[in-house]
């Protein structure tokens, strides 16, 4: 049973910075894009960040310049550094490692159980 295992969340002040890990053992790490969303209540999954199996990463326009995404494949670890937490940015963050093709099979994409951030003094 595959499952990815997120750390890191917690309550910080505005202005803090915080880093997520998500570990995803099992899933062919090396060879998938992953990804962190978030959710705020109520609302839809949003992309934060998303980086390819090569380590491109791209991000959206409003989550540019305060996130930082990496990856460690020797650990199948995938990292988010926040910086600079508005109190907006509280939410529910979720991993996702994106489904892919490998060797004429698809591999299912996997979302990890979600760390609770909070901002606020």
């Known amino acids: 049973q595959v499952q990815l295992v997120e ?40 992309l ?18 305060r996130f930082t995404i990496s990856r460690d494949n020797t650990k199948e670890t995938v990292y988010l550094q926040m910086n600079s937490l508005k109190p907006e940015d509280t939410a529910v ?12 099979q698809y591999y299912t994409d996997y979302w990890g159980q979600g760390t609770q951030v909070t901002v606020s003094s």
Request: net charge positive.
């Open 7 to 46: 750390s890191g969340g917690g309550v910080v002040q505005p202005g803090g910075s915080l880093r997520l890990s998500c570990a995803a053992p099992g899933t062919m790490f090396s060879i998938r894009p992953m990804g962190w969303y978030r959710q705020h209540p109520g609302k839809q999954y949003e």
């Open 93 to 104: 963050y979720y991993c996702k490692a994106d489904g892919v093709y490998s060797g004429g």
């Open 48 to 65: 934060v960040a998303g980086i390819s199996a090569s380590g491109l990463t791209n991000y959206p326009v409003n989550m540019r310049g």
